[in-house]
């Protein structure tokens, strides 16, 4: 029911900032928690940031804490991450997700976007 598209990602060099967004559209009803994954080539998907729907509860990964501010608008069915002195390590392609906030990117019923790539060059 329920459709993300990513965008925001590119190119920057270490110590730069982007802004990724991410759309819901389609079907979208009640209340859902947002966050962002991201995955490296040969890693697995990680866990970076998720809020709630009031963005009243927002947790972090300790490898972006400080960095990265994770926000939401549910007027407009977008959440955002704000990515401040990026590094190298930070390179991957970046997945939005939906779905309720303690299994946020576990549960088979969460809702993926199609991913975004950030590079963040040194």
């Known amino acids: 029911q329920v459709q993300l598209v990513e965008s925001g990602g590119g190119l920057v060099q270490a110590g730069g900032s982007l802004r990724l967004s991410c759309a819901a559209s389609?079907?979208?009803?009640?209340?859902?928690?947002m966050g962002w994954f991201r995955q490296a080539p040969g890693t697995g998907r990680e866990f970076v940031a998720a809020i709630n729907w009031g963005g009243g509860v927002i947790n972090y990964a300790d490898s972006i804490k400080g960095r990265f501010t994770i926000s939401r608008d549910n007027a407009k069915k977008t959440v955002y991450l704000q990515m401040n002195s990026l590094e190298p390590g930070d390179t991957a392609v970046y997945y939005c997700?939906?779905?309720?906030?303690?299994?946020?990117?576990?549960?088979?019923?969460?809702?993926w976007g199609q991913g975004t790539q950030v590079t963040v060059s040194s």
């Open positions: 997700v939906a779905g309720d906030y303690a299994t946020l990117g576990l549960n088979e019923n969460d809702s």
């Open positions: 389609g079907r979208t009803f009640g209340v859902y928690a």
